[in-house]
């Protein structure tokens, strides 16, 4: 088997013994899965709240999905080889890391679905509320022609109630490029949409 198979193989293992652990530990509702094309490449861009964020979004999707780490934790040469077989993308925080921009968009040109935070950073308050969000999500999807889909995390991991995930309709950034919109303006469209789901009903179609 080559190598691609082999990390497609390791990445569902794994997938089975984080879903199992995160049933039994913690509550996860999951709506609007089907918003997310089953096919070609695919942005999400969510709220940042908790460390549990990458594999609690991991296991609510059926795609494969690759995500951002900070460069820290592949200094660990087995933990480093074990999350890269996860399809995480190393970047270096708080500087303009040009390999991991070239490497997502590459990722995204293949077809392939990646994960990005544009707040930065985790909000460590115990509210909804939505920081900032940077402009490198909408640079990177627009780079590749890929939508955008709006991710919300809704409430906490130890609470009874748990978190809800919902995943919002796409953005087609390369529709909305054409029409003149430019990187801020779509920033813009992913928070307004992003707020609407952090604060709207829990209500949508599944």
Do not use: C, W
Not at 42 to 60: Q, W
Not at 171 to 181: F, Q, S, V
């Amino acid at each position: 088997m080559h190598a691609k198979g082999l990390t497609t193989m390791f990445y569902k293992v794994m997938k089975v013994f984080v879903t199992l652990y995160y049933r039994v530990r913690h509550k996860i509702t999951v709506i609007g899965e089907n918003n997310i094309p089953k096919e070609g490449p695919v942005l999400l861009a969510a709220n940042h709240k908790s460390l549990h964020d990458p594999p609690a979004i991991g296991i609510s999707v059926k795609r494969e999905m690759s995500f951002f780490a900070k460069s820290e934790l592949f200094k660990n040469k087995l933990f480093g080889a074990a999350i890269r077989n996860l399809n995480a993308i190393p970047v270096n925080r708080g500087k303009g890391d040009r390999a991991a921009l070239k490497t997502s968009i590459e990722a995204l040109k293949e077809g392939r679905m990646l994960l990005m935070f544009p707040e930065g950073t985790r909000n460590k308050d115990r509210n909804d509320e939505l920081r900032p969000l940077q402009e490198g999500a909408s640079f990177i999807a627009m780079s590749a022609k890929a939508p955008i889909v709006p991710v919300a995390v809704r409430g906490n991991y130890d609470d009874k109630k748990g978190v809800t995930i919902i995943f919002g309709q796409p953005i087609y950034t390369d529709e909305l490029r054409k029409d003149g919109l430019k990187r801020k303006d779509i920033t813009k469209i992913l928070e307004n949409n992003l707020n609407n789901l952090l604060n709207g009903p829990l209500h949508l179609d599944k």
